[in-house]
């Protein structure tokens, strides 16, 4: 297949099984076969792609003029494929939880539930493989109203609550801020398209760069920065499989992977460097992170804790854009690989300790390890993985974002990246050893969650472990963006 | 005197506030409508006294007259006046069903009636 | 026949409209209206076509040159409102056999159609026509059918807000009828073109700015700019559904023309005196009435009665545009005036299939109306969400102009406050979201009336054509460049 054949399969092919899923709806086993069938085609694509990039073809497809002189334009770039690579793998191991726990939770509308998690799949394949902004933004607010049905799936107040804080602030950040700033871009350099380098002319005014940053940095709402992340906590009365793939993997990794590619192909490194609000909003991240984690740490509730963690760890990621210098943007785009196996194992162990015990509070832990040894030594890995510690990925984005701190001398940095590890290390892992604590009252019969809920768990925990072992294949993919020759 | 040359200005100003006072103040829809008509009325008024040229004659065309009045402004009103009338009929029509519907043609006691 | 090709959208409805009567029928008068419509959709398409090769095409009705007899002067912009409203006309008209039969007294079916191809007559020949009076005239047969076809609704306040809307109709006409006075007066004539040539001859005259007002004030009447709007929601909420979906697609929108028409081509507002005022009062009233719109719009209770308010605050949009005044401002407004019509059909057609299935329009009759209606529903969120201006609906071409313009002309305000505004538009489409899928229905309360099949198919259309024309937006954004860099081109030097 050429490579915009590729491209354009990467996207379709989610969206071709939703009539597949909706015909099926009053046949379970059929509907998410065909559910796996695509994820594992995804994977199959996306590998295809990732070979195709690997070896020096340039894979690109662009449509008709939109508006004059502006066309939708897809691209195959090192982020874009690392992004898609983990969010199909994922999505694989999403479809295989969700099977045993929509039915070991007696959940409704699961044909609903299956249909538009394809379609978000298939818009944040979209945002991957975005060649320019217009596509970027188009394949961005789809996926917000695309995951608004899965968040308010239970239909209840609560979730309909949940549902508008969601959808308020994701919608607004993007229609208020990153709208306004994709159009000045526009008016500015007559271009969208990502480019090496930057596209601003390097005498563009720099109240106007500061601007523009500061509206990027607010637009894109899905990196969940703070005061616009309050989406996310409330995001988590979806049901786990929603938040576990949605938000800790596609949805919020789908806001730092557009600020990455904003920073680097749209002001460049060089330019971003030097634009005057940086700084202003290098500390606010860096605020989003701390206090993130101390937010978290008063969580009762598992769910809300991780989603407050999320928080955080996603300021990191913000925190490499940010430093703009090449070992930071490492550190950030191997982040969102790292993160994205770590979070989605604690979520998976959240859902299946929900599944298995009705437990849903922190407190209520004690002394789970004997019930549960499996999903609780797959939750104490992840948590590890969250903190940066071997044998974990976690370890090596760690790494390269406290390189760029030490780097760009700002020390403060440094050392507010340190005491965040030690909160993660806190709220995170003191909850598996306390479950495993041998003075700890409990229940000492084994009662697992169903055998799916283990398989994936499984499956994305042995992802945290090899990304330790194997870090340099992903530290070749994205090396070449930080020296300069990221887009076809 | 300025103010007397123009008198005719004058007597469409004055009948067109008194239409616009009838329409806005009056709550019986019928006035209303006669309201609307002096309104309208007013500005047919100012059409054709422009048309009107002192000294000149009705335009029909004959070889002992130099100066006439300028036809176009009547004829315009004749449209207008045409036009005013088939407002009026719909009104009156809707005036009539809306009493077959309410029992009422006053707008205090319709507005009462929709209320409830 | 070709030759006459400018006057044919015109004359074929209004010479159709009698012939109509003669129908008995109801159904037979329904297929000779669409007939006729499609006909007059075919001609202005291929004038649409003609202007954009040749240029301007100029028709001397009965063969009396212009200045003196009556001009039909068709260039882009006209070529361009003209596909627009006979392709609306022509949708609605399709789709609404079975609402007409559902909403309106069987007795009065065949007459109902006539209207509509009176009213659809006069909005094409406002549109159409190059000479003031002759647009004064049109513009009253257009508004006289409105009230007729207002008075269908089923409920009998729908008498109450025909009345209201001839009332206030009618003063709104008989200001532009002043205002066309004075021009004559002052100038001699009746033709725009030669209007446009003469006034600048005439300077800074007191009378013609008086024109000027009147006309803008009669034209805002019409077309429902704040503080003017005060008939479109009575209007809108108790015409039937067909007649709202009608009016919505098509008569603001030929208001907005006549404004943009006079504002620009006739008075060449951008290079007057009072421009800068009129600016910041078209702007101001613009951003009012789109917030103000919008806050009633989330406050209703009935999906009809929101979504009218919704249309005040989008011609608030279009004022913004024409008060921008800059060649990308018109632009907007004119990509905007097309994009709406799209929009706003596909909803109150959506509309008109709820009420049809559950007999009314406010939030608890549609409970769960997602899936009881599932493709109709789909349509209207497309609709809505046009509506919001999501990307890769039409909608979102007209917020990028809209906020492109106010950027090019350095008004960032003005771009924050565009921009915030659509945010509440989001607000109350999604409330009906809410409660059409999240909500239990009412069990029992659905009519046996079976599924209209040619409503939904043209609702489907309508929804359809948002998504289209938000990816392939070349017909709208080429034809409307060149219609706003000839409306502000003309100027006599």
């Not at chain 1, 948590?383 to 990925?393: E, K």
């Not at chain 3, 959709?41 to 040159?65: D, K, N, P």
């Not at chain 3, 260039?75 to 559902?102: F, K």
């Amino acid at each position: 297949m050429s490579g915009a054949g590729l491209l354009v399969a990467s996207l379709c092919i989610p969206v071709t099984v939703i009539p597949g899923i909706t015909l099926l709806h009053n046949r379970p086993n059929p509907r998410e076969a065909l559910s796996l069938l695509a994820s594992a085609l995804l994977i199959l694509i996306n590998l295809g792609i990732y070979r195709s990039l690997q070896q020096g073809q340039t894979l690109a497809w662009q449509s008709g003029e939109v508006l004059p002189g502006l066309r939708l334009e897809l691209a195959a770039e090192p982020l874009g494929v690392l992004f898609s690579l983990i969010a199909s793998t994922l999505w694989l191991v999403t479809t295989v939880y969700a099977v045993g726990y929509m039915r070991a939770h007696n959940e409704g509308n699961q044909t609903r539930f299956y249909a538009f998690f394809a379609l978000s799949i298939a818009c944040v394949m979209g945002i991957a493989f975005a060649g320019n902004l217009l596509t970027l933004f188009l394949f961005y607010e789809v996926l917000s109203l695309s995951t608004w049905p899965l968040v308010v799936h239970a239909q209840t107040e609560r979730a309909r609550q949940g549902g508008r804080i969601y959808l308020g602030l994701l919608l607004g950040t993007s229609i208020v801020f990153f709208l306004p700033a994709i159009i000045l871009t526009w008016w500015t350099s007559s271009t969208l398209s990502f480019t090496d380098g930057g596209v601003f002319d390097p005498d563009t005014s720099p109240l106007l760069l500061a601007v523009l940053l500061v509206l990027f940095v607010f637009g894109v709402g899905k990196a969940a920065m703070m005061p616009f992340h309050r989406w996310l906590p409330a995001a988590m009365v979806a049901p786990t499989p929603v938040s576990a793939l949605l938000h800790a993997v596609a949805v919020v990794k789908a806001g730092v992977f557009s600020l990455l590619k904003i920073g680097i192909y749209i002001f460049g490194l060089d330019q971003l460097g030097a634009t005057g609000s940086r700084e202003a909003l290098l500390y606010l991240a860096t605020f989003s992170l701390l206090a993130a984690s101390v937010v978290a740490m008063r969580q009762d509730n598992l769910k809300a804790r991780l989603a407050y963690s999320t928080i955080s760890q996603l300021a990191y990621v913000s925190l490499g854009v940010l430093l703009a210098v090449p070992d930071s943007i490492t550190g950030g785009s191997m982040h969102i690989a790292m993160h994205a196996f770590g979070k989605i194992t604690l979520f998976f162990c959240a859902g299946a300790i929900l599944v298995a015990t009705h437990k849903t509070e922190v407190s209520q832990l004690q002394g789970l390890g004997r019930q549960m040894p499996f999903t609780m030594g797959a939750f104490l890995l992840a948590s590890l993985s969250i903190a940066g510690l071997p044998p974990t990925g976690g370890t090596w984005s760690k790494w390269y974002l406290m390189l760029g701190t030490l780097e760009t001398g700002a020390w403060l940095l440094t050392i507010a990246l340190l005491v965040s590890s030690i909160l993660n290390l806190i709220y995170l892992t003191l909850i598996p050893v306390r479950a495993f604590w041998p003075s700890a009252a409990g229940p000492r019969r084994m009662n697992e969650a169903p055998i799916a809920c283990c398989i994936a768990i499984a499956l994305s925990a042995g992802g945290c472990i090899a990304l330790f072992l194997f870090p340099q294949v992903l530290y070749q993919l994205i090396s070449p963006i930080t020296s300069g020759g990221g887009m076809p | 005197m300025d103010i007397l040359s123009h008198f005719n200005y004058w007597v469409v100003v004055v009948l067109m506030m008194l239409g616009f006072f009838i329409v806005i103040a009056r709550g019986n829809l019928i006035k209303k409508l006669i309201g609307l008509n002096i309104f309208q009325t007013s500005v047919f008024i100012f059409y054709i006294s422009t048309g009107k040229v002192i000294g000149g004659s009705a335009p029909v065309l004959s070889s002992d007259i130099q100066l006439y009045s300028n036809p176009l402004p009547h004829v315009l009103i004749l449209t207008a006046i045409v036009v005013g009338i088939a407002t009026t009929s719909v009104g009156l029509a809707l005036v009539l069903r809306i009493y077959r519907a309410y029992g009422s043609i006053e707008q205090d006691e319709i507005l009462e009636q929709s209320r409830q | 026949m070709i030759s006459h090709l400018a006057v044919l959208p015109v004359l074929l409805p209004l010479v159709g409209a009698p012939a109509c009567v003669v129908l008995r029928r109801p159904g037979a008068a329904w297929a000779f209206a669409c007939g006729v419509a499609f006909l007059a959709f075919v001609a202005a398409s291929h004038l649409l076509v003609q202007t954009r090769e040749l240029g301007v095409i100029s028709y001397a009705l009965g063969g009396w040159a212009a200045p003196w007899g009556i001009e039909y002067r068709i260039d882009l912009l006209n070529a361009l409102v003209l596909v627009l409203v006979s392709a609306m006309g022509m949708t609605v008209l399709l789709a609404s056999r079975a609402s007409v039969r559902g909403e309106v007294d069987p007795s009065r079916h065949s007459l109902f159609y006539v209207a509509y191809l009176l009213c659809l007559a006069g909005l094409l020949g406002i549109v159409a026509t190059g000479d003031a009076f002759n647009l004064f005239v049109f513009l009253e047969i257009s508004s006289l059918a409105t009230y007729a076809l207002v008075a269908c609704g089923r409920d009998r306040r729908a008498l109450i807000a025909a009345f209201n809307y001839l009332i206030m109709g009618t003063i709104g006409a008989t200001f532009i009828l002043i205002g066309i006075g004075f021009l004559y007066m002052t100038t001699g004539t009746l033709n725009m073109l030669d209007l446009a040539v003469r006034l600048p001859q005439l300077g800074e005259s007191q009378t013609v700015f008086a024109a000027y007002a009147f006309i803008v004030v009669g034209v805002c009447l019409k077309l429902a700019l704040f503080p003017l709007h005060l008939w479109l929601p009575g209007t809108y909420t108790q015409a039937p559904s067909i007649v709202t979906a009608f009016l919505a697609a098509t008569a603001t929108k030929v208001a907005l023309y006549v404004l943009v028409r006079f504002s620009f081509s006739v008075f060449h507002l951008e290079t007057s005196r009072l421009a800068l005022s009129l600016e910041a009062i078209f702007i101001t009233l613009g951003v009012v009435a789109a917030f103000a719109g919008s806050l009633v719009a989330i406050y209703a209770t009935d999906l009809k009665r929101g979504l009218a308010w919704s249309s005040i605050a989008q011609v608030g949009y279009m004022a913004i545009s024409v008060g921008i005044g800059t060649a990308a401002g018109l632009q907007a407004g004119l990509i905007h005036l097309f994009n709406h019509a799209l929009m706003k059909g596909a909803l109150f057609l959506a509309v008109a299939a709820y009420v049809l299935r559950v007999g009314g329009t406010t939030f608890r009759e549609l409970r769960g109306i997602g899936q009881r209606m599932p493709l109709t529903t789909a349509a209207f969120v497309v609709g809505g969400l046009s509506l919001i201006g999501i990307p890769g609906t039409a909608g979102f071409i007209s917020k990028w102009y809209l906020v492109m313009a106010a950027m090019e002309s350095e008004r960032w305000l003005l771009a924050f406050l565009v921009v915030a505004s659509s945010l509440l538009t989001a607000v109350y489409i999604w409330r009906f979201i809410e409660v059409a899928y999240l909500e239990k229905p009412e069990s029992g309360k659905a009519s046996p009336q079976k599924p209209a099949g040619m409503l939904l198919t043209c609702t489907l259309l309508l929804a359809l054509a948002n998504l289209y024309f938000g990816f392939d937006t070349r017909l709208p954004v080429s034809t409307s460049a060149g219609a706003a860099a000839n409306l502000l081109g003309a100027r006599t030097p």
